[in-house]
């Protein structure tokens, strides 16, 4: 493996703007690791490398005349599969779209390419983004890098598995119920959940709209916490096509000062209890932050299960609706199970109108005692899941409590490794922060992997 693999995107743009390597140079290294290491995982599943060598070129090309693009110049990417790419197929993991080209980039993809972002293909994804197991009928089933037998979780768990194995800098998942953190956390990378209303969804697989909006982000996945911060100000702000992106400004992680910050920390959300190592890596992360000056004390609100609860009988609220509405707009006629058991049910499955106005007001009652709890804290160290990656037979039917919670409540969370399990799979730890402050999330989560040294290579 190329030497320079393993390093940071924002330390690979360094080195490309000071011509120690080219952009066409470290393209073509990912391009073989990529061919290297995909036959175990199957974790992207179209290339666009003709175009990516040209493209790297071209940067190079710049680079040469003193020019740049932006903070990503020349650094190879992949993108998950749920993001419009244009010129490159994008099925959203089902197969009535399995030869989608589309016409333009989502507003995303177009921000990280307008940066110089060179991109070399396509991550797998469930179908629609609707599964924490990442495996569809176009493209089949994704391994973890540190065991392929192994999940690396979804619905990011193509992305999260191919930056941790060294094929790509930067990825760009979503998140609807834990589909950045789980697979971020599983893989022993970083990962951020935006807030909600941070980052455009148009051209995104899973669109905004609808009673599940809130729901629905998307945020970057990266081997460092320094990258999310700099991708985190290239993908946000208003395309003025979705109506729900808020024109909020980004603060800077690096002007936190984590000491004096007032931390909560818990274990358990009497829900789902996890393992004693993931208990162990979020009461050091605890520690750490201790350590620095900050305030911390054991603490977990009250609304965190009630909100996961929640979150689960809303996706089912709707009798199948919106499942069967996607299916039908890709012209999909042969879903996957996991889309077949959503759509399956006959409408009246689904709460009435007076059943699902009660629930959207719990849901709001809710968001509200989760917001007023962070009226005392700047973040809350938890869990991501309660278990390191399960077997692919174990798999199914693990709930995932401790991220949904903040699907509902809308606030950002940042997933950095913070721990080993006894098989030697990464552990890794939740920074949930207040509205709008994935700075405080960034800053908290770069303190935690200084301290336990973050992301290590999987033995492939």
């Not at 693999?5 to 690979?12: D, E, N, R, V």
């Not at 490398?49 to 903070?71: F, I, K, L, V, Y």
């Not at 599983?186 to 899973?206: E, M, N, Q």
């Not at 960034?442 to 303190?447: D, F, M, S, T, Y």
């Amino acid at each position: 493996m190329h030497e320079l693999l393993s390093k940071s995107a924002t330390q690979i743009a360094w080195v490309i703007r000071g011509q120690e390597v080219s952009s066409e140079e470290i393209s073509r290294a990912a391009l073989e690791r990529i061919d290297e290491v995909n036959p175990k995982l199957n974790a992207v599943v179209a290339l666009a490398a003709e175009r990516a060598m040209d493209e790297a070129r071209q940067r190079d090309a710049q680079t040469a005349r003193g020019e740049s693009m932006g903070p990503l110049h020349g650094v190879p990417i992949t993108l998950k599969d749920s993001h419009d790419t244009e010129g490159i197929v994008t099925t959203g993991g089902t197969t009535g779209r399995a030869g989608k080209m589309p016409d333009a980039d989502s507003p995303p993809v177009a921000r990280l390419r307008a940066a110089g972002a060179v991109v070399l293909g396509k991550t797998n994804t469930p179908e629609f983004t609707m599964s924490f197991i990442t495996e569809n009928l176009v493209y089949g089933k994704t391994n973890n890098p540190y065991d392929v037998t192994r999940t690396p979780g979804g619905s990011s768990g193509g992305a999260a598995a191919i930056v941790a194995a060294c094929g790509a800098f930067l990825e760009l998942g979503s998140d609807l119920g834990g589909s950045v953190r789980v697979p971020a956390n599983y893989c022993g990378i970083a990962g951020l959940k935006t807030s909600a209303g941070r980052v455009p969804r148009t051209g995104h697989a899973f669109p905004w709209g609808g009673p599940l909006d809130r729901f629905g982000t998307v945020g970057p996945l990266a081997r460092r916490v320094e990258d999310l911060k700099l991708a985190l100000s290239i993908i946000s702000g208003p395309d003025w096509i979705d109506p729900f992106v808020e024109p909020v400004p980004i603060r800077d992680p690096d002007e936190v000062s984590v000491a004096g910050l007032r931390v909560a920390f818990f274990t358990d959300n009497g829900w789902q209890t996890p393992t004693a190592e993931v208990q162990e890596a979020v009461r050091s992360a605890a520690g750490v932050l201790s350590a620095t000056g900050a305030h911390v004390e054991e603490n977990c609100p009250d609304a965190v299960t009630r909100a996961s609860d929640l979150a689960r009988q809303s996706f089912g609220a709707d009798g199948g609706y919106l499942a069967r509405k996607l299916l039908s707009g890709a012209n999909t006629s042969e879903p996957s199970r996991f889309l077949s058991e959503r759509a399956g049910g006959p409408p009246e499955d689904g709460l009435s109108v007076e059943q699902y106005a009660a629930l959207m007001h719990e849901v709001d009652a809710t968001r509200s005692e989760i917001v007023g709890f962070m009226k005392n804290f700047d973040a809350i160290i938890c869990p991501v899941a309660a278990q390191p990656a399960p077997t692919h037979e174990d798999a199914e039917g693990l709930g995932y409590s401790y991220t949904q919670a903040h699907n509902l409540s809308g606030l950002p969370g940042a997933v950095v490794r913070g721990g080993i399990s006894p098989e030697g799979l990464p552990i890794g730890v939740q920074i949930v922060a207040q509205p709008w402050r994935e700075d405080v999330a960034l800053a908290v989560a770069a303190v935690i992997e200084e301290a336990t040294g973050g992301w290590e290579p999987p033995a492939l």
